[in-house]
């Protein structure tokens, strides 16, 4: 060993007596061969113990074989008593159980169930307590509430009791002990108050249970009796949940009087609501000095006293708290300043931050605070001069200071919030995930594109910062700005390496969303079954989400048999709810299988639930889809049921309806209702939906006289409303009036006529052979930076076909399809229609030039080139005929 300790020396490593371990020496080597010098002499060390190892097992063989069953060492009594409190003198050393008593409790408990009745377990305790010793059927029992204190039910304490006393035994200060928990951990407060009033000792621990018992239960006669089980120095678990309880119910004493005469020295800084309790009812009683004597504790327990009045708005208590506290500072006055916001009062906390500048105690969470308080009350300007009331006190704002004021500014001006994000960046503070997620909440359908643009800035400032609550914001303002491309994106970085893990439901429910938008379900149901391989449980919103997706893009049936699914889980049936429903309906209504919308409504009753007005709307709709109004009345009779008023989308679906089914005159009827009623008045799609039923008679007088009413309501027209007025005038053999209203209107409410006014337009020319005419209004929606769309070829081809001008229509389908570089003076990055011509609309062009101009070489040769676009899809085998029919018609050499 001498030689071992000159060696560890060598190495500067001390020796004995220290017990630092070998290995941070050996981490912090670097030459390999120091390491295994150390390692060696580790080894040495070890093998030089053998010896002593050995005399030790042999001495513990001795001592087993003299002393037989009982402990090397006696455990004694089976808990830590707490500073202060005194050992019971009457606790013996714990034994080992011998084997009749382990075989006693084996049997017991083979004969009983866990949740075995009160009657079961007495009668196996009496059955098997015969194979017990004389005098050893307390131990017995003992071991057998040591194994069965866990998994035993309610019942096994009480029938230990039973046995005690039919059989006269005399409980154990042990047995009582775990008696004593097992009736705690059960909550039993009438079995727990009897122990304790016939036991003379009980452990700290035992005290605090049933203190804590009686505090959960309201049980007054259980606090009484823990207060007589008192010691001399109670512990603050005990002192905590009877002060609690004092100042709820009428335990004998209020919270004061209890901690006078018991508490008085106990400390209660880690209890706020004990200190509360105490703190309230000596205020009360003007006792100020008991006030003095709690905040005498660490800042920390001051602080939160004072913010712990917050609750009940009580910011006179907090005050009086505040001016006992012998030394003021700035986290008093900061929880004090809270109080005051949190109570909306706003003059105490301005002349709060005041006193504490005054003081030198501000720091920037006191103006932050105040900052709050203004922002609260609406003000915003006064909140912005608090900020720079900041900076003139020499302190520096943090992120928490902007947040506050980018969310407020964020509701009123977009403007406002990128002046405050560029005053935040001036002052070298980087933007947070909190500052991403209200920048990005900020972004609407109706923003503009470039208030998009710098949302996303924002985003790629904060660099690394991605989290769920980021990930699932990004999500959803990418799907109200409708920008794909660019969720495409960010969803193709979630499902790589990069992605962060996501744990929660809500992010789950926008990642599915997301794809759902994107139509990709095979994204969707990644996400899906991802959440469920993780064990995270679906919410409403996430499951409706799900289903939303599913049945939204053509597949309505695995949205219902998720929702099936669902019903068929106990943990998940509580989810499925009438919005979730209405998903479905909706998609089944929109593919026309009216016939399992109301198998569905038949479903949804059975289970009773609770319809609103969102779900009678989608019902309405699918009765206006399908032509069946009679369905109406008992739908409208069953909202009535449920006290749900109808709202206008409700009479604009009847309206629709009765449209659809040529009822001119009951559409009016309900529009004469909707303006009596008080409640709303009919809107621009009620009036555009009644002006579209005229359009389809031709009725142009009527129709102008619903437009006449619709501008003396104050429902402005949009272009949809010119769109079905120019189809009215066109309809009604009038295209010189449909011209006429599409400018006028347009100009009388300052609006630009978009693509499917243009359409009409068009339309009501080539509908007249006007080809000339309606080439000019094409042209003239190109010089207003309008891009056509497939319709729009399909209105002018057939036109060209129909009038034999076989080139015409060669030009514009060529132009078209981006096959020719310019159509006239109009280049193809104009004329190409965004997600490009449809393939119906190609090959019906190709058809009538062979059919109708007799031209089949024309539409062979278009067809070859054709084949050359990328995404349009040609018939193969329509080339073969048009070849075969030239050769026959000897139009081929």
């Known amino acids: 060993r001498a030689d071992q300790s000159s060696r560890l020396k060598s190495l500067n490593y001390p020796t004995a007596p220290s017990r630092r371990p070998l290995t941070p020496l050996i981490t912090n080597f670097v030459s390999p061969s120091e390491a295994m010098q150390v390692i060696q002499v580790a080894y040495d060390f070890v093998s030089g113990m053998q010896t002593e190892i050995l005399v030790f097992l042999i001495a513990v063989g001795f001592h087993s074989l003299i002393f037989g069953k009982h402990r090397i060492a006696g455990a004694g009594f089976p808990y830590k008593p707490s500073k202060g409190a005194s050992s019971p003198k009457a606790a013996k050393p714990a034994r080992i159980p011998n084997q009749a008593h382990t075989s006693f409790a084996r049997s017991v408990a083979a004969g009983t169930t866990p949740e075995g009745d009160l009657q079961a377990f007495q009668t196996e305790i009496i059955r098997h307590l015969p194979t017990i010793p004389a005098g050893q059927e307390v131990e017995a029992l003992e071991v057998l509430m040591a194994g069965l204190a866990r998994s035993g039910g309610a019942e096994l304490p009480r029938a230990v009791r039973e046995v005690l006393h039919a059989q006269g035994l005399q409980s154990s200060v042990r047995l009582t002990e775990q008696l004593m928990r097992c009736c705690l951990r ?87 609501q004990a200190q509360h309790a105490v703190a309230a009812a000596a205020l009360q009683a003007g006792r100020g000095d008991v006030v003095a004597k709690l905040v005498a504790c660490p800042e920390a327990g001051a602080s939160a006293l004072v913010r712990s ?46 006193e504490a500048v005054v003081a030198g105690l501000a720091d920037v969470v006191t103006y932050n605070t105040i900052i709050k308080a203004h922002l609260q009350n609406g003000a915003l300007g006064r909140a912005r001069e608090v900020l720079g009331e900041l900076r003139t006190a ?10 506050e004021l980018i969310d407020a500014t964020a509701k009123k001006s977009l403007r406002d919030m990128w002046e405050l994000i560029n005053d935040m960046q001036s002052c070298g503070l980087k933007p947070n995930q909190v500052t991403c997620s209200i920048v990005l909440k900020s972004i609407q359908s109706c923003s503009r594109p470039e208030d998009f643009e710098k949302a996303m800035a924002v985003v790629e400032q904060a660099g690394d910062a991605m989290d769920e609550v980021l990930l699932s914001s990004l ?9 794909s491309d660019l969720l495409a994106r960010v969803l193709q970085q979630q499902r790589s390496s990069r992605g962060i893990a996501v744990k929660g439901a809500h992010t789950y429910g926008s990642l599915i969303r997301a794809h759902g938008s994107l139509g990709d379900l095979e994204g969707a149901w990644e996400a899906w079954k991802e959440m469920k391989t993780r064990r995270i449980a679906p919410t409403c919103i996430t499951l409706g989400c799900m289903v939303e997706a599913v049945a939204k893009h053509g597949n309505p049936e695995a949205g219902y048999r998720l929702i099936r699914e669902a019903l068929a889980e106990a943990s998940t049936r509580p989810l499925v709810n009438a919005v979730i429903y209405c998903s479905v309906l909706k998609a089944f209504s929109h593919n026309k299988c009216f016939d399992r919308v109301w198998k569905i409504h ?76 008080k409640d709303f008045s009919p809107d621009e799609v009620t009036y555009n939906t009644l002006l579209d039923g005229c359009a389809r008679f031709g009725m142009f007088d009527r129709g102008m006289e619903v437009f006449k009413d619709m501008e003396e309501a104050g429902v402005k027209p949009s272009n949809f409303t010119v769109s079905v007025l120019v189809k009215l005038a066109n309809r009604s053999k009038r295209p010189a009036e449909a011209f006429e209203l599409a400018e006028q209107v347009a100009r009388k409410y300052n609006f630009r006529p978009n693509m499917h006014v243009y359409n009409n337009l068009m339309n009501c020319c080539t509908a007249r052979g006007q080809q000339a005419r309606a080439l000019e209004v094409f042209e003239q929606m190109l010089d207003e930076r309008i891009r056509p769309d497939s319709r729009t070829y399909k209105i002018l081809l057939q036109c060209c076909v129909q ?37 119906d609309v190609v090959m019906d062009t190709l058809e009538g030039l062979v059919n109708s101009c007799k031209d089949e070489a024309l539409a062979l040769e278009l067809y070859r080139e054709l084949r050359a676009v990328p995404g349009l899809s040609l018939d193969p085998k329509k080339p073969m005929r048009w070849a075969s029919g030239g050769m026959r018609g000897g139009r081929f050499d």
């Open 475 to 483: 999500c959803e303002a990418c799907i109200r700005s409708r920008r």
């Open 803 to 839: 009038n034999g001008e076989k080139e015409q229509a060669a030009g514009l389908l060529r132009a078209a399809t981006g096959l020719a570089p310019h159509y006239g003076r109009f280049s193809a990055s104009v004329l190409q229609p965004k997600g490009g011509v449809a393939s």
């Open 394 to 403: 020499g302190l520096e704002p943090n992120c928490v200071t902007f947040n």
């Open 186 to 272: 059960h909550r039993l407060s009438a079995d727990v108050l009897e122990l304790l009033s016939t036991t003379k000792f009980v452990s700290p621990e035992a005290l605090a249970g049933a203190a804590l018992l009686a505090e959960r239960s309201g049980d007054v006669a259980l606090a009484r009796e823990v207060m007589a089980k008192l010691s001399p120095t109670p512990t603050p678990e005990v002192a905590g949940p009877l002060l609690r309880l004092a100042q709820s119910k009428d335990v004998g004493f209020n919270a004061l009087a209890l901690y006078e005469r018991h508490f008085d020295g106990v400390d209660l800084s880690q209890d706020v």
């Open 602 to 677: 038949a479903e949804m009753r059975e289970l009773k639930l609770q319809y609103s007005i969102v779900t009678y709307n989608a019902l309405i709709d699918a009765c206006a889809r399908s032509c069946e109004m009679k369905r109406i009345t008992p739908l409208l009779e069953e909202m009535a049921n449920d006290k749900i008023e109808p709202n206008v989308i409700t009479y604009s679906t009847v309206l629709k309806g009765y449209c659809q089914e040529n009822r001119l005159d009951r559409a009016f009827e309900v529009l004469a209702d909707m303006k009596k009623n």
């Open 309 to 354: 009045f917050a609750a009940e708005g009580n910011f006179e208590a907090a005050r009086n708290v505040f001016k006992a506290c012998p030394t003021k500072t700035s986290s008093l006055y900061n929880a004090l300043l809270s109080v005051a916001v949190d109570c909306r009062d706003l003059a105490a906390a301005v002349e709060l931050k005041g």
